[in-house]
């Protein structure tokens, strides 16, 4: 009644941002992402004879379960367990600070907890799963590429699904972190604001499928200039969106602008670099293997970049056979 699992998170190339008001989680736009290895969680799950009541610890603390319990209630019901579970999850990164925690928190906690239980679901079952509890967690069950469609009237399941392996493309993902701290507002309540506050949340959602139609056509021919032009528009049109709610949603700092100009002067200059930005001051840069050391120097001059990470395209959710080390 006990399994670990590790999950990477994942970075959306072209956004999800915002619900589709039928409060079955689904998302409004279609996104793309890629799954992240260099930054990783690992979460143990195992039901307990006798528990009162689910327990969680994050990073070693205790926390309190919200979401987590809601997707055991699922994961009981699914294998007709009674018993409550202790979950322990670790992040080797900042935990809440838009560095995508939830994707990869809620790919390893579906699959270990589905373990735990005695089930072993197909992919896209875990995926769905994972998706009921946090949209981006869809994306982060599978490795490299990944998809994943608006939600439509009447839809009940809602998987992510492998557009091209981890290998497809010579990617290189450098995040920039300019704070160590937590966010202050959270992706679900800062999209569920822009939802309802927004004048340009209509024409984001007009706009986003035409942003993860071409960014899906320059993935699949391996074109990484026409994906990076179009993720860095993508990313820019979501926080246009935000910016516009009222009160307006600023999740940058001056770091972050100071990253972007960096990002910009790097392409003036020839370097394969295009920004992302999601609910946090974080700026991930995209470039190539041979660019990388480059930029991470000059993300690393930037006042207020704090340092980087380097990571690269990776694999989905799996076990872990080794959880002690
Ligand atoms: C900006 O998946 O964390 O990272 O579905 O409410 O859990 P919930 O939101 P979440 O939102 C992610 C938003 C984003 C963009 C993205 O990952 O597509």
Do not use: C
Not at 213 to 233: F, H, M, N, P
Request: charged share 20%; glycine share 8%.
């Amino acid at each position: 009644m006990k399994a670990t699992a590790l999950a990477h998170p994942n970075i959306a190339l072209a956004k999800y941002w915002g619900k589709r008001g039928d409060g079955h989680n689904l998302p409004a736009v279609p996104s793309l992402s890629v799954t992240l290895a260099g930054m990783r969680t690992r979460t143990t799950v195992e039901f307990v004879e006798g528990l009162a009541a689910d327990e969680l610890r994050l990073q070693g603390a205790v926390a309190a379960v919200g979401r987590v319990a809601d997707l055991l209630d699922r994961v009981r019901r699914m294998a007709g367990v009674p018993l409550r579970a202790r979950v322990d999850s670790t992040n080797d990164f900042p935990t809440s600070s838009g560095l995508a925690s939830s994707a990869s928190a809620f790919a390893a906690l579906a699959l270990a907890a589905t373990r735990a239980a005695g089930l072993s679901l197909e992919p896209a079952a875990l995926s769905d799963l994972a998706r009921r509890s946090s949209v981006s967690s869809a994306r982060s069950v599978f490795g490299g590429f990944v998809a994943l469609r608006a939600g439509r009237a009447g839809d009940d399941a809602l998987s992510a699904e492998v557009v091209a392996a981890a290998d497809h493309l010579d990617l290189r993902v450098v995040v920039a972190v300019t704070h160590e701290g937590s966010k202050a507002v959270g992706s679900s309540e800062g999209m569920r604001h822009t939802v309802l506050t927004s004048p340009y949340f209509a024409a984001w959602v007009a706009h986003a499928p035409s942003l993860y139609a071409r960014l899906r056509e320059a993935l699949l021919r391996g074109d990484l200039e026409a994906l990076g032009v179009a993720a860095e528009e993508s990313a820019l049109a979501m926080h246009a969106s935000a910016i516009a709610a009222a009160p307006g949603l600023l999740y940058w700092s001056s770091a972050t602008v100071a990253a972007l100009e960096q990002v910009r002067a790097l392409r003036a200059r020839g370097l394969a670099a295009w920004a992302t930005i999601d609910a946090g001051p974080h700026v991930k840069v995209l470039t190539t293997s041979s660019d990388e050391p480059r930029v991470i120097a000059a993300m690393e001059q930037v006042p207020g970049v704090l340092r980087t990470i380097a990571t690269r395209p990776g694999d989905g959710a799996r076990l872990d056979e080794d959880p002690a080390a």
